[in-house]
């Protein structure tokens, strides 16, 4: 099965601080997408950044950029000056035909 | 405009008995999906509505789970003789026109389904 794996179940950072989310993925295609989803205590999931794997500059949305490795399947998230409001389970998934394949998520708790 | 809306929030029932768990999409989008998310799991595909049509249902994990979706918009997953390991929180998103990579999923805060 072609998998995503995050490999940080739980992570904690300072308020105004940077933290970096890994992901790694699995996939036999050449053009696909990726994406780092939110998902608060309400379980409402909320896109926060895509890539596009043809696409070697990496995608950046204010506070939030990604390191696209494509040769290394790797697809992290940087958030840069973390809020509180960021605290939430993040999700990395893959597009995979018509849908998506998702990693486990990892908690990220911004403490202050 | 409104959001995915899912219905009920939370579904507490018995084992071996039936639910239903309804999903409005966005207006105008013709792509429908279901997921689960199990306790400290990721999204688990289930089901792809192109229109009323399911071309891919690869991710039904047993023939007591099934899905419909009428006029092109709302969608009904039944679970039929529920067990204790269906609990988890039942995921529905839709897109605008099905292509999941190019598009962008949009999900509803989804119905957490715990089974006695």
């Known amino acids: 099965a072609q998998t995503v794996t995050q490999s940080q179940p739980e992570m904690s950072v300072q308020e105004a601080e940077t933290v970096t989310l890994s992901c790694t993925y699995d996939?036999?295609?050449?053009?696909?997408?990726l994406f780092w989803y939110k998902q608060p205590p309400s379980r409402q999931m909320i896109l926060v950044i895509r890539q596009e794997a043809y696409k070697q500059q990496n995608a950046t949305e204010n506070r939030f950029s990604v390191n696209f490795q494509k040769a290394a399947k790797s697809f992290s998230l940087k958030i840069s000056d973390s809020q509180l409001g960021d605290t939430a389970m993040y999700f990395c998934?893959?597009?995979?035909?018509?849908?998506?394949?998702f990693g486990a998520g990892t908690i990220l708790r911004v403490k202050s | 405009g409104a959001g995915v809306s899912q219905s009920p929030s939370n579904k507490v029932t018995e084992k071996g008995k039936d639910v239903e768990l309804r999903c409005d999409p966005i207006s105008g989008h013709t792509a429908l999906y279901w997921y689960r998310q199990s306790l400290g799991q990721g999204l688990e595909f289930l089901i792809y509505?192109?229109?009323?049509?399911?071309?891919?249902k690869s991710g039904l994990p047993s023939d007591r789970f099934s899905a419909e979706r009428t006029g092109g918009s709302v969608s009904t997953l039944t679970i039929q003789r529920t067990q204790q390991e269906d609990s988890a929180v039942y995921l529905c998103?839709?897109?605008?026109?099905?292509?999941?990579?190019?598009?962008?999923?949009?999900f509803g805060p989804g119905t957490r389904l715990l089974v006695l």
């Open positions: 996939t036999s295609e050449n053009n696909y997408y």
């Open positions: 998934a893959r597009s995979d035909g018509n849908k998506l394949v």
């Open positions: 509505f192109q229109g009323n049509s399911a071309p891919d």
């Open positions: 998103a839709s897109s605008l026109g099905g292509l999941a990579g190019v598009e962008t999923q949009y």
